[in-house]
């Protein structure tokens, strides 16, 4: 049983920004692939980013295209940690940020299905 536990979420004004992190209690994390999805009131969850391994000491990034370019996705195995560095933030931005984990593969990464563990999310809030 693997737990997540996201923290970093809050209210900012637009064009702030905001460092999500989500902790995992398993040592073999580096192997995982993580993702971040957010769901906003009477949305469905959705993806946003998410981080692969490649096999080797590689690692591959994933993002929607709502926020290329301001989102960035990352890893500290070390401290069996991702991130969500969020820039340029905007007020369609607020939602609750969840990360999930997978432990055995990559191909259905953008798919809310995919993940077998989820945290229990963090709320982002953006004001204009």
């Known amino acids: 049983q693997v737990q997540l536990v996201e923290s970093g979420g809050g209210l900012v004004q637009a064009g702030g920004s905001l460092r999500l992190s989500c902790a995992a209690s398993?040592?073999?994390?580096?192997?995982?692939?993580m993702g971040w999805f957010r769901q906003a009131p009477g949305k469905e969850r959705e993806f946003v980013a998410a981080t692969r391994w490649s096999g080797v000491n590689i690692y591959y990034a994933d993002y929607a295209d709502s926020v290329k370019g301001r989102f960035t996705i990352s890893r500290d195995n070390a401290k069996n940690t991702v991130y969500l560095q969020m820039n340029s933030l905007k007020p369609e931005d607020t939602a609750v940020y969840y990360c999930?984990?997978?432990?055995?593969?990559?191909?259905?990464?953008?798919?809310?299905?995919?993940?077998?563990?989820w945290g229990q999310g963090t709320q982002v809030t953006v004001s204009s």
């Open positions: 398993e040592r073999t994390f580096s192997r995982y692939t």
């Open positions: 999930g984990a997978n432990l055995y593969g990559s191909s259905g990464r953008i798919d809310v299905r995919f993940y077998d563990y």
